[in-house]
């Protein structure tokens, strides 16, 4: 699926990943939405294979996600010069920010993240509409994206994150059973 570079093509997208991504999700038993993953040594090197053990934190980093684009879209918006990433973190460790996301949601519940994605989901979406196309996607727009557009973050924190947890979600459905 190429990359949205319109308003209307990111909320398509963004959409379409979301409501896949839900059924996804709602064609499992319970008993294999509530499995601790068994990915094993088969899938990938990336840290985030080993890091999600079950489809709560899969859906609470999503939420997490959707957090750091609201909050730096919000600062910046007020007038507070802010990154993307909340300090001390970079693009070079944001891994070890995703950790600390893991850790921080150990004991939320599955309803409770289901809850708070779906909640996320609508603040980003109402955020992304109020965003005119040149805002989202002309480079140079809003100073404080620097090299990149408004709309690539949202992209990134959206419809690439969702297809990042259906490639997860769905290789737990594959290795469900076979531990």
């Given at each position: 699926m190429p990359r949205p570079t319109t308003k209307q093509d990111l909320i398509r997208t963004a959409n379409d990943q979301f409501e896949k991504m839900w059924n996804l999700i709602d064609s499992m038993?319970?008993?294999?939405?509530?499995?601790?993953?068994?990915f094993g040594a088969d899938y990938g090197k990336e840290a985030h294979w080993g890091r999600d053990e079950?489809?709560?934190?899969?859906?609470?980093?999503?939420?997490?996600?959707?957090?750091?684009?609201?909050?730096?879209?919000?600062?910046?918006?007020?007038g507070e010069a802010k990154p993307f990433l909340?300090?001390?973190?970079?693009?070079?460790?944001?891994?070890d920010m995703n950790v600390e996301f893991w850790k921080k949601h150990q004991s939320t519940t599955y309803e409770a993240s289901k809850e708070m994605l779906c909640n996320s989901y609508a603040e980003v979406m109402a955020l992304i509409d109020s965003f005119s196309g040149e805002e989202l996607f002309a480079e140079g727009r809003l100073p404080w994206t620097g090299s990149s557009t408004l709309g690539s973050y949202c992209v990134s924190a959206t419809s690439s994150h969702y297809?990042?947890?259906?490639?997860?979600?769905?290789?737990?459905?594959?290795?469900?059973?076979?531990?």
């Open positions: 038993p319970d008993d294999e939405r509530n499995a601790t993953f068994n079950n489809l709560r934190d899969v859906l609470v980093h999503l939420y997490e996600w959707h957090q750091l684009l609201l909050d730096w879209v919000d600062a910046n918006q007020s909340p300090a001390p973190y970079n693009w070079r460790t944001y891994g297809e990042w947890a259906m490639k997860k979600i769905k290789a737990h459905k594959k290795t469900y059973g076979t531990q």
